[in-house]
């Protein structure tokens, strides 16, 4: 599988800021929020539920993988997910590091995945309920 995810019981506004707030708590800022559903409307005047991409990074493992491996940014930053079905539930979830990086034949790179697991399994585990 290439990701991991859980529903929420929160909003999914509510849902946003807890998952920002988690990935502070381990170490990611958001580089980048990609609100697809609002990009869909714009662009091809389609209604979906909320749908939005945040790309995740934390700098001091950024730059560990960057230094072993000089074409990983190919891979990053790690994509969190939150997205509402149309029966209001609500889903997190972010690619699974240890599958992706598979693609990758680096021992460093593959220590550095499984630590980006560890603290996405975290993250995905203070959302949750």
């Known amino acids: 599988m290439y990701s991991v995810s859980a529903k929420v019981s929160t909003s999914f506004d509510d849902s946003i800021a807890r998952v920002t707030e988690a ?12 609100d697809v559903a609002k990009t869909l409307n714009a662009k091809l005047g389609v209604e979906q539920p909320p749908y939005r ?5 934390n700098p001091q493992l950024a730059h560990q993988a960057v230094s072993a491996e000089p074409d990983i940014g190919a891979l ?13 539930t609500v889903h ?3 690619m ?5 990086l598979t693609l990758v034949d680096n ?6 995945a499984s630590e980006v697991r560890e603290r996405l399994d975290r993250v995905l585990a203070a959302v949750s309920d």
Do not use: H, W, Y
Request: glycine share 10%; hydrophobic share 45%.
């Open 23 to 34: 990935l502070k708590t381990e170490g990611f800022g958001v580089l980048s929020d990609i």
């Open 53 to 57: 991409i945040l790309g995740a990074c």
């Open 76 to 88: 990053l930053p790690c994509n969190v997910v939150v997205r509402q079905d149309p029966d209001g």
């Open 96 to 100: 699974d590091p240890m599958t992706v």
């Open 107 to 112: 021992p460093k790179v593959q220590e550095l």
């Open 92 to 94: 997190v979830l972010f």
